[in-house]
């Protein structure tokens, strides 16, 4: 027979002995593959393995990939993530097997009958060949054909749309008005901060006219000072003078007599010694009076400089005035202070001096005052009525008081502010006047209290800041000290009047 080449050079082939190690020959195949390809149509392409790179550092590239997080991981970075334990619970979700080159798969030819999907099975939820449709008969499964399944899906698909579109639409009216309520919340903070602006002003404007005021009163209180000081000297200066014209009188009264023996020498009738001792008898009653009207404007005089002499004297504490015994005396008397360990206790004590006329300064060192913040603690220094003295000591009466004082207050629970103000108690009505600032007396601070007695003033000053007093003062007062309420502490409450130069 005569046979074709090709298929004698494929009986050669097949004929042709084998190695000694029983191994195949490789272009045989690389032949046999690419026969297996044609006939298939090409179906498998072989590919490069497509490997991402690692989610968490984004430098290695990965090497596993976990189905729960669907996140791909290098070994390091799995290894941090997924501890032991986590991989005993999840073993199911973690992929652990390295990636493989692998081969792309044609999606439009099924896998086992390597025929074209032109079905589609509802219950698989697969697209299927022909063959595929037999085994779905046989079990009753619904099938669909491409276009049909094609039609359904955009159906849903336009449902879906159809309601993603009424969601934006209704997103968009929601940014429209979050947008309008914006605009209106920034137009409203902005009237907020021009408001607050012209409120902050006003007060700095208002401060700074109190501060003008101080001043000018402090001004006007010197001029009434030098004013009432020259006319006090005036006063002495006509004083002096009156002294000695009477003294002059006097003077010539004494010659008078001298005259008067010599004419009884001379004359020796008893009439004329009777109508001459007449006439000095009656000279002698006016004398008498005379010299009478005289002791008594020498009296005033006298008392006057007493009291300009009286407001020379130093200040001191009188320890009969003192609030059950609590606060000490030493220093002769200069500084008082309150040794007890039990606390709670307030110390009162009064001055000696009393002031009716003139003008008076007193000033206070603090020693020792335990003041710090947020402590309830307290001070004052002031002034009282002398007649009222001993019932402020004995029975806490405040009557008839104009004083300074600080005072812790509670606005909110464990919360307190510190609050410095001005006092006035008469005819059982309290009048209180907070200053602006906030003032932490300290140690070393001085506290000067000014007195004006002729016009009936009490001005108060702490170190170089002066603070408003009060006007009408009673007609005499006695310095007076309130050492607050005393703490268990090291320190305790001292004061220390200062000695004049």
């Known amino acids: 027979m005569n046979i074709p080449k090709k298929s004698k050079k494929k009986k050669k082939r097949k004929n042709r002995p084998k190695d000694k190690d029983d191994k195949p020959n490789r272009r045989m195949k690389k032949k046999k593959q690419k026969s ?4 298939r149509g090409d179906l498998r392409i ?7 790179q690692c989610q968490v550092c984004e430098e290695k590239k990965a090497d596993f990939y976990c189905s729960k997080d669907a996140v791909h991981y290098c070994q390091n970075c799995e290894s941090q993530v997924h501890t032991p334990f986590m991989k005993k619970m999840h073993q199911e979700f973690i992929f652990n097997q390295p990636y493989i080159q692998r081969e792309e798969i044609n999606p439009n030819i099924c896998d086992k009958h390597k025929k074209e999907l032109s079905l589609f099975c509802k219950d698989d939820n697969e697209l299927i060949c022909t063959k595929c ?20 899906i955009s159906e849903k698909i336009k449902i879906i749309l159809n309601k993603i579109h009424i969601e934006k639409i209704q997103n968009n009216e929601t940014i429209k008005h979050t947008l309008v309520n914006q605009n209106k919340l920034k137009q409203e903070i902005k009237e907020l901060g021009n408001y607050i602006e012209n409120e902050f002003n006003l007060l700095i404007e208002k401060i700074q006219n109190s501060k003008i005021n101080y001043l000018n009163l402090l001004k006007k209180v010197e001029i009434i000072s030098k004013t009432n000081f020259t006319k006090i000297l005036n006063k002495k200066e006509k004083k002096k003078k009156k002294i000695n014209k009477n003294k002059s009188k006097i003077k010539k009264l004494k010659k008078m007599k001298k005259k008067e023996k010599i004419i009884k020498l001379i004359q020796g009738s008893k009439k004329i010694i009777e109508e001459k001792d007449e006439k000095m008898k009656k000279m002698k009653k006016n004398k008498e009076e005379k010299g009478r009207g005289l002791k008594k404007k020498e009296f005033e005089v006298e008392f006057e400089l007493f009291l300009e002499e009286l407001e020379e004297l130093e200040e001191e504490f009188d320890p009969k005035m003192n609030h059950k015994n609590i606060i000490q005396l030493k220093n002769d008397n200069k500084t008082a202070w309150n040794p007890s360990d039990k606390g709670g206790y307030r110390g009162y004590i009064c001055g000696k001096k009393i002031y009716s006329r003139g003008k008076h300064e007193i000033k206070i060192k603090i020693d020792q005052f335990p003041y710090p913040k947020n402590e309830p603690n307290e001070i004052r220094f002031g002034v009282v009525r002398t007649k009222n003295r001993e019932k402020f000591i004995k029975n806490f009466e405040w009557e008839g008081t104009y004083y300074f004082e600080t005072e812790w207050k509670e606005i909110r629970i464990g919360i307190l502010k510190l609050e410095s103000r001005k006092c006035q108690i008469e005819n059982g009505k ?7 600032e906030e003032i932490y007396l300290k140690k070393n601070d001085i506290f000067t209290i000014f007195l004006d007695m002729d016009n009936k003033i009490i001005i108060f000053k702490i170190n170089e800041i002066y603070l408003e007093g009060w006007e009408k003062l009673p007609e005499s007062v006695n310095f007076f000290v309130d050492l607050g309420y005393q703490r268990i502490r090291e320190e305790k409450n001292q004061i220390t009047l200062i000695r004049k130069l």
């Open 36 to 39: 297996q390809d044609r006939k």
């Open 46 to 52: 072989p590919i490069e393995p497509l490997i991402p």
């Open 430 to 436: 309290c009048i209180k006047k907070n200053y602006s």
């Open 133 to 152: 449709y037999e085994t779905c008969r046989k079990n009753n499964h619904s099938i669909l054909g491409l276009n049909e399944y094609s039609n359904e």
